[in-house]
């Protein structure tokens, strides 16, 4: 299994600022995804992080609010850009393996 | 794309109890996890189980992919146990996450 760690594992932000959040894996991986958890909700795929391209995007998520680097195959960054009280959620980053996706322990964002 | 839905959403057990959480998903899939989500938000890796019937200790976890459902089995229940469950089908490329059961162990 691979080992996620991301950083920073919290942070308390105001309104209007951004916050780049990184992942970093063990091991060199094809696909890298970002998922968000409102507060008590379950998880959504914001995007898949391409290595040498622009990542792919889900429904509802773009890539001016969310923009996402993958500069290699063991690092990844998301910036939640001009942030909101409504982008208060933890960030997880997440791997696929050969069979199973793994996920990192999270970033709790909080927004003022 | 697939829709999940778990159920119980909530469960309360008294620590040594059995229990059953169920997933039902609505299209084929070739791949399905199970993952625990402890009280600090991070997640576990339970099951990776497309079909079939796997056990790891307390926990054993069944896949009917014929029947779009898998089952999740907790035996002697204990408090860290305690978490949200989720079920997360893949029918391509992504997993979809159901909206987890929220389980409580009481001492």
């Known amino acids: 299994s691979a080992v996620i760690s991301q950083k920073p594992s919290r942070d308390i932000c105001q309104r209007g600022t951004s916050l780049t959040i990184q992942c970093q894996v063990d091991?060199?991986?094809?696909?890298m995804f970002w998922y968000r958890q409102q507060p008590g909700q379950s998880l959504t795929l914001i995007a898949t992080?391409?290595?040498?391209?622009?990542?792919?995007?889900e429904s509802g998520f773009v890539i001016d609010k969310f923009p996402i680097s993958r500069p290699n195959l063991t690092f990844s960054t998301l910036t939640v850009s001009n942030m909101s009280p409504e982008d208060s959620s933890i960030y997880l980053c997440?791997?696929?393996?050969?069979?199973?996706?793994?996920f990192g322990p999270g970033t709790r964002l909080t927004v003022l | 794309g697939i829709q999940v839905e778990q159920s119980p959403p909530d469960l309360i057990l008294q620590e040594g109890a059995n229990s059953t959480l169920r997933c039902n998903f609505s299209d084929s899939v070739n791949n399905l996890q199970w993952f625990h989500q402890n009280p600090w938000g991070q997640l576990i890796n339970l099951f990776y189980?497309?079909?079939g019937t796997k056990q790891n200790g307390r926990l054993s976890a069944t896949t009917v992919a014929t029947e779009r459902y898998s089952l999740l089995y907790i035996s002697s229940s204990q408090t860290t146990d305690s978490g949200v469950y989720f079920c997360a089908p893949r029918g391509n490329s992504k997993l979809t996450f159901g909206k987890g059961i929220t389980l409580s162990v009481r001492p």
């Open positions: 189980i497309p079909s």
């Open positions: 091991s060199q991986v094809t696909m």
């Open positions: 997440s791997v696929a393996g050969s069979t199973e996706q793994f």
């Open positions: 992080a391409n290595q040498g391209s622009e990542a792919t995007y």
